[in-house]
């Protein structure tokens, strides 16, 4: 069964620092894997994916994320974060033959001035 | 940019009653999705719609709950008799393709049902 794990609730940085939001994965197969951050009362705003390719992605806001095959993980990763950047983010997996996307439980991203 | 518009933003329903959640997807997607997202916890899926049939459904997706496109613009979700654990947050997606191309699903801004 397809699973992923974002490990931490909450992730404090300083703004100006670079911040990881975790997140590993089990799949039976290829590996689809897809950040998304959340804001108060929106929707689910996609940042980035991987499907092949480089395992360095970059995407949307200067968010960038490393696939990893032999840890299983696909981390978030800025090298500068700004308040702005505050939200909750949340990592998710699919894989060939399937639609469905399975969604971590979302870390909350918080930035302090 | 396109977006997934969802209505209304907000839905309050007494157990027992009939609801509609309305999606309107971006206008060239062919794929279209429900998830659901209970207060505090992770964003499930529910069903997928392509070519104007279910082409994947899990498992809390039972015969209470269908989904339609009645025409070229909406999607809908409908829970039949609508119980207090469907309390929840309702995502719409759409993505252009589905299958082994994964272009990202777009997700709208979610109805909020709350079942009293």
């Known amino acids: 069964a397809q699973s992923v794990a974002q490990p931490e609730d909450q992730v404090n940085v300083a703004e100006g620092n670079p911040l990881t939001v975790k997140c590993t994965y089990s799949v039976s197969g290829n590996p689809y894997l897809f950040w998304y951050v959340q804001y108060p009362n929106r929707g689910l705003q996609f940042l980035l994916k991987y499907i092949t390719g480089d395992n360095l992605v970059k995407g949307s806001y200067g968010f960038e994320a490393e696939f990893n095959k032999s840890q299983t993980s696909f981390h978030l990763k800025k090298p500068s974060a700004l308040v702005s950047d505050s939200a909750l983010y949340f990592c998710?997996?699919?894989?060939?033959?399937?639609?469905?996307?399975?969604f971590g439980t979302g870390t909350r991203l918080k930035v302090l001035a | 940019e396109p977006e997934v518009t969802q209505t209304p933003s907000h839905q309050v329903t007494q157990m027992g009653q009939e609801v509609i959640l309305r999606c309107v997807p971006i206008s060239n997607h062919l794929y279209f999705y429900w998830y659901r997202q209970i207060l505090g916890q992770k964003v499930e899926f529910l069903v997928s719609f392509y070519n104007n049939e279910i082409s994947e459904k899990s498992e809390i997706f039972d015969d209470q709950f269908s989904v339609e496109r009645p025409d070229g613009s909406n999607f809908t979700l409908k829970i039949r008799s609508t119980k207090l654990e469907d309390s929840a947050m309702y995502f719409c997606?759409?993505?252009?393709?589905?299958?082994?191309?994964?272009?990202?699903?777009?997700f709208g801004d979610g109805t909020r049902l709350s079942i009293l």
């Open positions: 997606a759409s993505s252009g393709t589905g299958g082994a191309n994964h272009q990202p699903q777009h």
């Open positions: 998710a997996v699919t894989t060939s033959g399937t639609y469905k996307y399975i």
